[in-house]
Nanobody, 113 residues
Framework: VQLVESGGGLVQPGGSLRLSCAASGFTFSRYAMSWYRQAPGKERELVAGITSTGGSRNYADSVKGRFTISRDNAKNTVYLQMNSPKPEDTAVYYC???????WGQGTQVTVSS
């Protein structure tokens, strides 16, 4: 199982950013996927999850209405669209496949003016 995140960087508050996670080594379309994040000095926390077909999604209360998780099973990729980010969204964002308990290497997102 391999998960490779991309798309992180510096974004201004109120801007937008899209994270991508390219998956390989398993049948991507069969499994739910998640995004987690970890800020300095804090525990890793669930940001959003999506079922194998994309028919159901769940979000942390702190990002509801601002972030959107989606997936493209033809491209073996899961996305996290971050709209109107806030400085408190600054963290390393990780892709995760629960079935195999596997993590990507993470991508840094910094929200600052």
């Amino acid at each position: 199982v391999q998960l490779v995140e991309s798309g992180g960087g510096l974004v201004q508050p109120g801007g937008s950013l899209r994270l991508s996670c390219a998956a390989s080594g398993f049948t991507f379309s069969r499994y739910a996927m998640s995004w987690y994040r970890q800020a300095p000095g804090k525990e890793r926390e669930l940001v959003a999850g999506i079922t194998s077909t994309g028919g159901s999604r769940n979000y942390a209360d702190s990002v509801k209405g601002r972030f959107t998780i989606s997936r493209d099973n033809a491209k073996n990729t899961v996305y996290l669209q971050m709209n109107s980010p806030k400085p408190e969204d600054t963290a390393v964002y990780y892709c995760y496949v629960p079935r195999f308990a596997s993590w990507g290497q993470g991508t840094q997102v910094t929200v600052s003016s």
